[in-house]
């Protein structure tokens, strides 16, 4: 399974992204899809995943402002980002793997190469 993620930019405060990360790879539609971000000199962070079959999402950020899709047929995974801040701000990563929703990236064996997300205030 490939994985490329695309979307990310420079954006103001209150403004809107969708990320994308598309796969290749016949087995993609078997597994979970996780996002994760890295801001500028901290660790990676989980922000939240897909089954699957979509069927169940999970967002570590509890507001409501990332919401998180998927597009079998096309194999496409979105991350919609809505009321950005500042704070998120870094490099975005879409990653596959069996265990949904685990917020540890050695759950992942299969990553994109990364997005980055700028967002000024």
């Known amino acids: 399974v490939q994985l490329q993620a695309s979307g990310g930019g420079l954006v103001q405060a209150g403004g809107s992204l969708r990320l994308s990360c598309a796969a290749s790879?016949?087995?993609?539609?078997?597994?979970?899809v996780g996002w994760f971000r890295r801001p500028p000199g901290h660790d990676c962070e989980f922000v939240g995943g897909i089954a699957w079959n979509g069927g169940r999402t999970y967002y570590t950020d509890s507001t409501g402002r990332f919401t998180i899709s998927r597009d079998n047929a096309n194999m496409l995974v979105y991350l919609q980002m809505d009321r950005l801040e500042p704070d998120d701000t870094a490099v975005y990563y879409c990653a596959a793997g069996s265990t949904f929703a685990s917020p540890h990236p050695f759950d992942y064996p299969y990553w994109g190469q990364g997005t980055q997300v700028t967002v000024s205030s």
């Open positions: 790879g016949r087995a993609f539609n078997t597994y979970a």
